[in-house]
């Protein structure tokens, strides 16, 4: 279009009078040798950076939107710029032209004006003290997401892919579980019986896809790759904080059985149920998510729930462990499980151990140096064995600190209530950056209802999974209504002033809400 003004562009394209038009103005186009490929197109620019080919026939270029509309990695871009498998087969070092370019990305409405994107989405604005209605609108967001797309069944997708218009064929226990867990805290939340009656349903789907009568007693979450601790953990305390509760009282006691089952006086906990070979593996999660539920099982007064002197000796197995091999996995979840321990005993060593881990994972929280859209994520390029930042990751780490907050005011240490409270803040914003907000954010998307409200994976990865939204959800509960951290408490707060100012959330009668769909 050479020249031509934004403002006049509709009319130099001839676009139609309802059609929205995406624009991107290229700008600092720079030549990459073939051997600097990786440097040059790293991940994180996916997005931000369009790739181009320049030759006798002419210049070649996928735009940075098209990276991110069509969820395309470089290699990917490249291929289809030279010729399906030509990165695979080295015809780039064959080509002199290849460029990196920078865009400014707009979308230009048919009434007029214009709208600046940063890789496909508008930038979150998220004022000082403004927590509790960025938690509001992220919960409210991810709870019309759940209520669209819960089918009759009870199924929540497990994973989707936005540019293709296609749920994927993948499938995991636990992350489906966290689904039925953060729907249930929802409809309490809310006080809402069309939320409670969703996730009653869900649960009852998940329990007849997965739970399994495996002999002496035990219950487990079976799943083709076997069975794990952590899906029997969060498949009990799924159900122990469901309305349903009463009606699924005999798999809860199975599944208490076999979480205590694998119960280990050297390591905390064992991992698998079987296969005996994957024993061991994914414990930073697992072991976090038992003692979780055993922590919440004695805290909401459950027969099967263990002493306190039992979760004491496990909490000590599992404490050394992380600190011989500290990782970040470990963190949000033992963090929960000691908050919870800490409002029935007063036990500092509980209290203490969730500030110290709180402590150790605060610096892997990126701010400054990243791009605007990154900032709140949680990732150490120092330690890229502690994995690639995630949605669910974040979030996850969210509902921790959280609990860490609440841990801090109650003992008025005021130094690391203002820490943590900054993370939430932080962390939020990057939750709710990634959260497809409202039409802009979906624009390139034909079927909207199906990502309205959940959240992509990163910046520049679009797919949504349940355990992305399930994550933020929980974190945006524990804001809006934190843990009464207290000895001897029984049950969460009830309310705080935040839900004085969920104006987010729409108006109910008779405790229902009805979404849109």
């Given at each position: 279009?050479?020249?031509?003004?934004?403002?006049?562009?509709?009319?130099?394209?001839?676009?139609?009078?309802?059609?929205?038009?995406?624009?991107?103005?290229?700008?600092?186009?720079?030549?990459?040798?073939?051997?600097?490929?990786?440097?040059?197109?790293?991940?994180?620019?996916?997005?931000?950076?369009?790739?181009?080919?320049?030759?006798?026939?002419?210049?070649?270029?996928?735009?940075?939107?098209?990276?991110?509309?069509?969820?395309?990695?470089?290699?990917?871009?490249?291929?289809?710029?030279?010729?399906?498998?030509?990165?695979?087969?080295?015809?780039?070092?064959?080509?002199?032209?290849?460029?990196?370019?920078?865009?400014?990305?707009?979308?230009?409405?048919?009434?007029?004006?214009?709208?600046?994107?940063?890789?496909?989405?508008?930038?979150?604005?998220?004022?000082?003290?403004?927590?509790?209605?960025?938690?509001?609108?992220?919960?409210?967001?991810?709870?019309?997401?759940m209520m669209r797309n819960l089918s009759s069944a009870g199924a929540l997708p497990y994973k989707y892919w936005p540019s293709r218009g296609e749920e994927s064929p993948a499938d995991n226990a636990i992350r489906r579980f966290l689904g039925t867990l953060s729907l249930a805290r929802l409809g309490e939340l809310r006080n809402c019986a069309e939320i409670r009656e969703a996730a009653q349903r869900n649960l009852r789907f998940n329990m007849a896809r997965y739970f399994r009568n495996i002999g002496d007693g035990c219950g487990a979450i079976v799943e083709p790759a076997g069975a794990k601790l952590g899906a029997a953990a969060l498949a009990a305390l799924a159900i122990l904080e469901s309305p349903a509760r009463g009606e699924l009282q005999t798999e809860l006691a199975m599944l208490a059985t076999g979480v205590e089952r694998l119960a280990d006086a050297e390591n905390g906990f064992r991992t698998f149920f079987f296969p005996k070979?994957?024993?061991?593996?994914?414990?930073?999660?697992?072991?976090?998510?038992?003692?979780?539920?055993?922590?919440?099982?004695?805290?909401?007064?459950?027969?099967?729930?263990?002493?306190?002197?039992?979760?004491?000796?496990?909490?000590?197995?599992?404490?050394?462990r992380h600190r011989r091999t500290r990782n970040p996995a470990f963190v949000p979840w033992h963090t929960q499980a000691c908050a919870s321990l800490f409002a029935q005993t007063g036990g500092r060593e509980y209290r203490d151990f969730a500030f110290e881990m709180s402590d150790w994972l605060a610096p892997m929280q990126q701010w400054s140096g990243v791009a605007l859209d990154l900032q709140g994520r949680f990732y150490d390029p120092k330690?890229?064995?502690?994995?690639?930042?995630?949605?669910?990751?974040?979030?996850?780490?969210?509902?921790?600190?959280?609990?860490?907050?609440?841990?801090?005011?109650?003992?008025?240490?005021?130094?690391?209530?203002?820490?943590?409270?900054?993370?939430?803040?932080?962390?939020?914003?990057?939750?709710?950056?990634?959260?497809?907000?409202?039409?802009?954010?979906?624009f390139y998307i034909s079927q909207k209802r199906r990502v309205m409200g959940a959240l992509r994976t990163e910046a520049y990865d679009n797919a949504v999974r349940v355990d992305s939204a399930a994550h933020a959800l929980s974190a945006a509960i524990k804001v809006l209504r934190p843990l009464e951290t207290g000895p001897g408490i029984a049950q969460p707060a009830r309310a705080t002033a935040g839900l004085g100012r969920m104006a987010a959330f729409p108006k109910t009668t008779s405790g229902s809400m009805k979404y849109a769909g």
């Open positions: 279009m050479g020249n031509c003004p934004l403002a006049a562009l509709r009319g130099r394209i001839a676009a139609n009078p309802g059609e929205l038009v995406e624009a991107c103005v290229i700008g600092d186009v720079r030549r990459v040798k073939p051997r600097r490929f990786g440097q040059a197109f790293r991940q994180r620019n996916r997005g931000i950076l369009g790739i181009g080919v320049a030759s006798r026939g002419g210049v070649r270029r996928i735009a940075p939107t098209r990276m991110i509309t069509a969820n395309l990695r470089f290699e990917r871009a490249l291929d289809k710029l030279l010729g399906q498998g030509a990165f695979e087969s080295h015809g780039l070092a064959a080509n002199d032209g290849l460029h990196s370019f920078f865009a400014r990305q707009f979308l230009l409405p048919a009434n007029g004006g214009r709208i600046e994107l940063l890789r496909g989405a508008t930038l979150v604005d998220m004022p000082p003290s403004q927590d509790e209605m960025c938690a509001a609108e992220l919960a409210e967001g991810v709870g019309q997401w070979r994957r024993d061991g593996e994914n414990w930073n999660f697992y072991s976090g998510e038992a003692l979780l539920f055993w922590a919440e099982a004695r805290r909401r007064g459950a027969d099967f729930a263990p002493s306190l002197e039992r979760c004491a000796a496990i909490f000590e197995r599992c404490r050394a330690r890229p064995e502690f994995g690639p930042p995630h949605a669910a990751s974040t979030g996850a780490y969210l509902e921790g600190y959280a609990d860490a907050l609440a841990l801090a005011r109650a003992i008025g240490d005021q130094g690391r209530a203002n820490a943590y409270q900054r993370i939430l803040s932080r962390g939020l914003r990057s939750l709710r950056q990634l959260q497809f907000r409202d039409w802009r954010d979906a």
